[in-house]
């Protein structure tokens, strides 16, 4: 019984995953880069800028237009007359228009969202052509546009409190929300490609270094 017992044992160490794993097998294993992923990104990034830009450039007319002329605060009304008991009349949009218009929001969050389109779209092309300024770029437009444009909507949605009623105060409610994530899924995108190893290591600069794998027992032998 015994002499079984120490076969076994024999038997389960040379089988062991340990000894069949070299020591250095960590240092064998090279990361290899991914070029696509960071190219793919950029291509997003590119498209998300061209939107943020029109939305700067919306606002940036909106603050321009002392007045709304009748025909489009008829049109902007129809849908949510029709669905609320409590009829929002022209002087009430009017005034609101005024009033987000003399906080400022209107120009806030244009002036913010252009900065914000502007850097977006310089770091996407920097991003799609691999160099690691791009990432720090598109990151940096993607939380100025966050923090202006939130600031911006929230004033506007003041204003709306104010004036408006009904369905059109939920749809400038959500409009800072809608804002907000829309802004940190950009950043989100943007610091992807200094988050991923092999995309890391496909960037070409000098803001971080080349990624390695390193051997654990090597580190371990180093603090020792």
């Known amino acids: 019984m015994t002499e079984k017992q120490f076969d076994f044992s024999i038997i389960m160490e040379d089988e062991s995953p340990s000894s069949s794993v070299p020591k250095d097998v960590w240092g064998g294993i090279p990361i290899k880069e991914d070029k696509k992923g960071p ?6 990034l590119f498209f998300g ?3 943020i830009l029109f939305q700067s450039y919306q606002d940036f007319l909106l603050h321009s ?3 709304i002329s009748d025909e489009e ?3 902007l009304l129809e849908t949510p ?6 009829q929002i009349t022209e002087e009430q949009y009017q005034q609101f228009h005024d009033d987000a218009r003399d906080s400022n929001g209107f120009i806030i969050r244009a002036v913010g969202l252009g900065i914000a389109g502007v850097l977006v779209l310089v ?3 920097n991003t799609f052509r691999l160099k690691q300024t ?4 598109s990151t940096t437009g993607a939380t100025i546009g966050l923090i202006s444009g939130v600031y911006g909507s929230q004033l506007i949605r003041i204003a709306s409190d104010e004036n408006l009623s009904g369905a059109l105060l939920l749809t400038y409610e959500i409009f800072v929300y809608l804002c907000g994530v829309c802004m940190f899924v950009c950043g989100a995108f943007a610091a992807l490609p200094m988050i991923n190893a092999r995309a890391r290591k496909a960037m070409k600069g000098k803001f971080w270094d080349n990624v390695e794998l390193v051997n654990p027992n090597e580190v371990n032998e180093s603090e020792e």
């Open 65 to 67: 237009s002392e007045d």
């Open 134 to 137: 791009g990432p720090i770029i």
């Open 39 to 44: 190219k793919t990104i950029a291509m997003v």
């Open 123 to 125: 770091g996407s092309i």
């Open 81 to 86: 007359n029709s669905q609320s008991d409590v």
């Open 49 to 51: 800028a061209i939107l």
């Open 73 to 75: 605060v008829e049109t």
